[in-house]
């Protein structure tokens, strides 16, 4: 079992970058296929980026391509999601999941990951 903790939100203007990390516990990080969610509040949980075991194979939701990175470092058990070019419809509180695989594959769906972090608040002002 994994536990994931995300840090790294806040309260950024439009225009302004934020860093977000999820660390990992344990010492089997690289067998996991990790994502980032968001929930806006009074709306359903939605997909934002998700990646390999290894960090080769990632994807990124339309809405925030070209705009948000997901990538890993799995010696140091993080995942993280650069955001740049925020937008007030980007405010959200962002949750890392897990889902441990064989694959080198990533998972678009909720439903894929048993493992959830407990979230953190972006609050993005126009």
């Known amino acids: 079992q994994v536990q994931l903790v995300e840090s790294g939100g806040g309260l950024v203007q439009a225009g302004g970058s934020l860093r977000l990390s999820c660390a990992a516990s344990g010492r089997t990080f690289s067998t996991y296929a990790m994502g980032w969610f968001r929930q806006a509040p009074g709306k359903e949980r939605e997909f934002v980026a998700a990646?390999?075991?290894?960090?080769?194979?990632?994807t990124i939701t339309d809405s925030v391509k070209g705009r948000f990175t997901i990538s890993r470092d799995n010696a140091k058990n993080t995942l993280f999601l650069q955001m740049n070019s925020l937008k007030p419809e980007d405010t959200a509180a962002y949750s890392c999941?897990?889902?441990?695989?064989?694959?080198?594959?990533?998972?678009?769906?909720?439903?894929?990951?048993?493992?959830w972090g407990q979230g953190t608040q972006v609050t993005v002002s126009s």
């Open positions: 990646i390999s075991r290894s960090g080769g194979k990632t």
């Open positions: 999941a897990a889902a441990s695989t064989r694959q080198e594959a990533y998972y678009t769906y909720q439903r894929d990951y048993p493992y």
